[in-house]
């Protein structure tokens, strides 16, 4: 019997993929990446590119803090296209409770070692002058840092290449089998181990994976330089984001490069039609009013839609899926799949060449949603 052509194959080619392939390159592994599309389209072309550290819960905080540090190591050498800017995030509270959890949230910040500053009305509103008055305060996180990740995914991937990797995009893959990976057209590549990557078409490939698509809707205004300075995002948006079984609407803006604003954030559970919902982006659009007024006279100049992959429990699925003895999934991370990549890359390197993580995994382990459904 012939040895396998590579260590591992990596199916799937946006950020997270990009970024399992690139650390098991690494680590000295021999890497193939398969993608159906093009490297760095899908739920990696559409999204707000943040990388954030988020509370909540100590799993999700652990992971999107080794994430931005990792992030913050390779962001000076990205390319401009990549646009890596670390220009911080106010969250906005938009009234006296939501300040309590403001100073909660500084707390549990400052307590774990990351910086975070509370602002009272009159400095956020020094900070970002077009916010509406009466707004109680905000939290400022300056770590906080926004990519490009679809240029992200392309460089990591490029280094792939250089370093005697494979890249193949337009390539389909019909089945994960224990030598490898089954092509459209039958021809078969192989490999030691497979990490899945496809987003929200990981079921497809490991049967049983938890994972479904929560379609977002992002709109663009024309070029205002300057009108908003830093990412803004409600207090709530955590919250709303956390809650897989509704769908919800939180204000999120961001100031492009070139001057446009782009403006989230809406989540619908179970919708995998990427067409644009007007409603949906109205009601986007009105809720990011509300908090910033002058919006009401710029035009949306264009939206755009991406599906991302939201596991049961909020947590991504990392690590060995039983069901199948040679696969390892990398998926789940639902909105934190830019934050979370490159710790998830890194993650998935650490099992396959038998180090300690830097991280505790087990609580991103695919294993516990068996244990749930079995127990």
Known sequence: MTDPEFDVAVVGAGIVGASCAWECMRAGLRVAVLESGEPGEGATATNMGQIVVVDGSEPGFLLTRFSAQLWGELGPELPPTAEFLRMGTIWIAADEQEMHAVERRRQYYSSRGISAEVLDEESVRHEEPNL????????????????????????????????????????????????????????????????????????????????????????????????????????????????????????????????????????????????????????????????????????????????????????????????????LLATGHEGLGITMALGTGRIIADLLVGRKSQIPIEPYLPERVLRRTYA
């Open 132 to 327: 509406r008055a009466g707004l109680s305060g905000g939290l400022w996180m300056p770590g906080d840092s926004v990519v490009t990740a679809t240029a992200a995914a392309r460089t990591l991937l490029g280094r792939v290449e250089e370093a005697g990797g494979k890249v193949r995009s337009g390539c389909q893959v019909e089945e994960l089998q224990p030598s490898g990976v089954r092509l459209s057209g039958g021809a078969v590549l192989t490999a030691t181990r497979v990490v899945n990557a496809a987003g929200v078409s990981a079921p497809s490939l490991s049967p049983g994976v938890p994972v479904r698509p929560r379609k977002g809707h992002l709109a663009y205004t024309d070029p205002r330089p300057n009108f908003v300075r830093h990412q803004l995002i409600e207090m709530g948006y955590v919250s709303h984001a956390r809650d897989v079984q509704k769908d919800s609407n939180s204000f999120n803006v961001q100031p492009r490069p070139g001057g446009e604003i782009r403006i989230g954030s809406s989540r619908q559970l179970g919708v995998a039609d990427l067409s644009v919902d007007p409603t949906v982006v109205r009601s986007m659009v009105d809720r990011a009013k509300s908090y910033m007024p002058a919006l009401a006279g710029f035009p949306i100049v264009r939206a755009e839609t991406g599906l991302r992959p939201a596991s049961a429990d909020g947590l991504p699925l990392i690590g060995p899926w039983p069901p199948q003895e040679n696969v």
